[in-house]
């Protein structure tokens, strides 16, 4: 279930009001008169089955709504409702697969905006890596993969891609590019004085690595498990069931690879400089691509659905033209 919550001028309210009364996946809708003061006029809520959000969001942003006021999306974590069970049953498709794109949309935003707390996540985490590399841990290497934020914005490429937002694509490769290059610089930095004090050597990164030698050494399930990663967590964020991400996290190997490409730079080592940063951009293609299909297949399926639940309104109100209840 979606809660939509519209704060809207008085002059546009009756239209609003009217749009979501005509929908049969609104399951409730109250409307408080003059309770808005900016802008001045009403508020408007509405309870909306997940699988029919993008329709009545699609018809909300047609009148203007985000454009004269605000309109809030909330994801309902539990309810109770006979109506709102109804609307859900008689709306195709399920609510766990449903994409309100409006919600990932938003959320692709903030994951990709350069900010302090992204730099710092994205520099803390290759430095991490770094120390996992010279100390040839696995443990710490799975922990520098799970602090890093990179997957945000390589998944707001993919839907920019796909929704044509270039504003937002623009957006998300400055902040991989500049994050990535902040965050190697940094940890480069490190590593000079690391070597500088003796703490570690060249040997320590041309050595056998059981644990991490992965990381500077690219191959076909390199770009495999990205694919895989990729299509699980776009999958994570644009369901209701986001379960999934930790383990696209573990998956990929982008800042471990910044950070074998930031620890060769400072000793040296071309190799694994050369090795590390091809192994850092087949994972950002293989999960950009992986993340734009899942994408594409989902926006089809979508598109189709909610062409069946126009059908069905039509028919219904074909059948019953003195009235639509919507329920069944």
Do not use: C
Request: glycine content about 8%; charged content about 15%.
């Amino acid at each position: 279930m979606i809660h939509l919550r519209l704060s809207v001028p008085t002059a546009l309210s009756a239209e609003a009001v009217e749009a979501l009364t005509d929908d049969p996946a609104v399951s409730s809708l109250s409307v408080l008169r003059g309770a808005s003061l900016k802008p001045v006029g009403d508020i408007v809520d509405a309870d909306v089955a997940r699988e029919a959000a993008n329709d009545v969001i699609d018809r909300l942003r047609a009148l203007g709504v985000h454009h004269e006021g605000t309109l809030h999306v909330e994801q309902v974590p539990t309810w109770l409702s006979l109506s709102g069970w109804e609307a859900e049953r008689s709306t195709p498709g399920s609510s766990a697969d449903s994409v309100v794109w409006a919600e990932v949309t938003e959320r692709a935003y903030g994951d990709t905006e350069l900010n302090w707390t992204f730099a710092s996540f994205m520099t803390l985490a290759t430095m991490l890596a770094g120390i996992a590399i010279i100390l040839d841990s696995q443990i710490l290497t799975i922990g520098a993969m799970v602090l890093g934020p990179d997957f945000g914005a390589i998944a707001a490429l993919s839907l920019a891609v796909v929704r044509h937002r270039w504003h937002l694509f623009r957006l998300a490769t400055r902040s991989l590019v500049v994050g990535l290059f902040v965050a190697m610089a940094l940890t480069a930095a490190g590593g000079l004085a690391v070597r500088a004090l003796g703490w570690a050597s060249a040997g320590d990164l041309t050595s056998t690595r059981t644990a991490t030698d992965f990381i500077y050494h690219p191959n076909r399930w390199s770009f495999i498990v990205a694919v895989i990663a990729a299509a699980a967590g776009v999958l994570s964020l644009t369901s209701s069931r986001v379960g999934g991400l930790s383990g696209v996290f573990i998956s990929v190997t982008t800042i471990p690879a910044a950070g074998n490409v930031a620890l060769g730079l400072s000793f040296g080592l071309w190799n694994e400089v050369r090795g590390s940063a091809l192994q850092l951009l087949v994972n950002i293609v293989g999960m950009a691509a992986a993340g734009s299909l899942t994408l594409l297949f989902q926006q089809a399926v979508w598109s189709r659905v909610s062409a069946a639940r126009r059908r069905m309104i039509t028919r219904r109100k074909l059948a019953d033209p003195g009235g639509w209840s919507g329920r069944t």
